[in-house]
């Protein structure tokens, strides 16, 4: 009844379910597709668990939790939120362990999204398409066994999409724990990797093995999905795309940045899970292309040596910086450096303003999309997984950094910030990164090409509807 009154407005037309894992670069990706989803007429529902709730509201980027469930207007469609438990007691702390989280998010999680599917068919709001990301390909599942089209968001690289997707199927020849020694890696439409180069996950040396099964585990029922959608486009990633579209069909629809009308998205539509502080007049005060932006995104954890040498190297680099430094990682920085840094930024309003003159980066695909969106040069510290390959794509194929190589030391970091942005060098890389710019731009406006294919996926819902 209540759900009813609150769907008023939003009564009668088409109804995208989304299912999101728990953690920031899943999440923002999909909330940014339900937003250019609902912008062309439809309505999204985005759940995902209660711990996203609780962390939205302390954010401050969501409304009031009892807010969230109201449906928002988005151009000519709606956002709401629903949210489900994840199996754990509130303050649980073994939520950080993946190996205790999966299992019993699955088991919530399913019964929880049949039964959002058939209390929306029941109230005369049918669910027409369920599409999640990474880490939750059970959602796929319950919307084939409802009879319900499924479709999923991947959201790293096409690149890291299909390197896993031909390890997965024994394609290629990969280092095993059998036969270590393979020094690179042949595959379809990539260049070749060597070895050091591959997601790390997938070497048999990998500290992170649940991950490389929570990873490819959903590969293992995607033929099911009618759409897998990858937060990519055509111009950044063709060769990737084509090659591993011989296989299995993947549709880009990126970069998925903030569309520039929704910066001041009302409260609410925010997916943000920290609570971001205010450095914008700070930016503002700072000379143009001057600052130093520093960010290893929301998971990755530095030692206190790195921590260190890159605090100096800034110093030594007599450049203003702006360096997000989140929770533990705090106690790690030398002394006095505390009050120079902050927890976490508005990162889209930030490597968009003007005083910044180059991005000290993990290499996590969104803030990569977000810098190549933003033409912002780079200095690329890969630490795991995609990232990896990720900075080598930065650096030798798409041509906008340098990287900094692991461990980091002072003099080193200096060196790439000049390498970067003085005057005299990385003229080229920050030529590369204008034209990034201006296609990454130009893919996602109207009529560009990840926006003809959302347009795509819209009509075909909506036909199929009517
Ligand atoms: C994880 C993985 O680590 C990464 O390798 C993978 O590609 C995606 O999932 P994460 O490490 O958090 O993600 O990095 P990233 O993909 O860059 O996502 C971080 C998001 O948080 C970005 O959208 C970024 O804009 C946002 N962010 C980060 C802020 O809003 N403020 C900050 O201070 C830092």
């Not at 190549?372 to 041509?399: C, H, N, R, W």
Request: charged share 25%.
């Amino acid at each position: 009844e209540e759900l009813s009154m609150e769907l008023g407005n939003a009564h009668g037309i088409p109804h995208v379910l989304m299912v999101s894992f728990a953690g920031q670069g899943h999440l923002n990706p999909l909330l940014r597709l339900a937003k250019r989803i609902a912008a062309k007429g439809l309505l999204v529902t985005l759940c995902s668990t209660h711990d996203i709730r609780h962390r939205m509201v302390n954010s401050d980027s969501g409304a009031a939790a009892s807010d969230l469930g109201a449906p928002k207007p988005v151009g000519r469609g709606f956002i709401r939120f629903e949210f489900f438990s994840d199996g754990l007691p509130v303050d649980d702390v073994r939520r950080k362990d993946l190996d205790v989280l999966m299992p019993a998010v699955r088991v919530t999680g399913q019964r929880a999204v049949a039964d959002i599917i058939r209390r929306h068919a029941e109230a005369g709001r049918p669910v027409s398409c369920v599409i999640n990301n990474p880490f939750v390909p059970w959602a796929l599942d319950v919307a084939a066994e409802m009879g319900i089209p499924g479709g999923v968001l991947w959201v790293q690289s096409a690149a890291v999409f299909a390197t896993y997707y031909y390890y997965h199927h024994g394609l290629g020849k990969f280092p095993t724990e059998e036969n270590p020694d393979v020094a690179a890696v042949r595959l379809p439409g990539l260049p070749l990797l060597k070895q050091e180069e591959l997601p790390t996950f997938l070497l048999p040396t990998s500290e992170y093995k649940p991950l490389r099964e929570v990873i490819l585990e959903q590969f293992r029922n995607i033929n099911k999905a009618a759409w897998v959608f990858a937060n990519t486009f055509h111009e950044l990633e063709r060769e990737a795309i084509e090659a591993i579209s011989d296989r299995i069909p993947i549709i880009p629809v990126g970069p998925l940045v903030e569309p520039p009308e929704e910066k001041s998205s009302p409260a609410g539509i925010r997916g943000d899970l920290f609570k971001a502080e205010d450095c914008m007049e700070w930016l503002d005060a700072q000379e143009p292309h001057s600052v130093v932006y520093v960010s290893v995104g929301s998971i990755l954890v530095l030692s206190k040596e790195e921590m260190e040498e890159m605090a100096w190297g800034l110093c030594d680099s007599h450049r203003p910086f702006l360096w997000v430094v989140r929770g533990d990682m705090r106690s790690l920085l030398p002394e006095g450096f505390l009050d120079a840094v902050i927890e976490w930024s508005p990162q889209e309003e930030v490597l968009a303003h003007p005083a910044v003159a180059c991005f000290v980066t993990h290499c996590g695909w969104n803030s990569t999309l977000e810098a190549l969106t933003a033409g912002v040069p780079m200095i690329t510290y890969p630490q795991f997984g995609d990232q990896v390959p990720d900075s080598k794509f930065l650096v030798e194929v798409f041509g906008v950094g340098v990287r900094l190589a692991a461990p980091a030391t002072r003099e080193q970091m200096k060196r790439c910030v000049e390498a970067v942005s003085t005057k005299q060098r990385g003229e080229e890389i920050r030529k590369r990164a204008a034209e990034w710019k201006k296609a990454a731009t130009a893919a996602v406006a109207e009529d560009g090409s990840s926006d003809r294919h959302i347009q795509a996926f819209v009509d075909e819902i909506t036909n199929k509807r009517s």
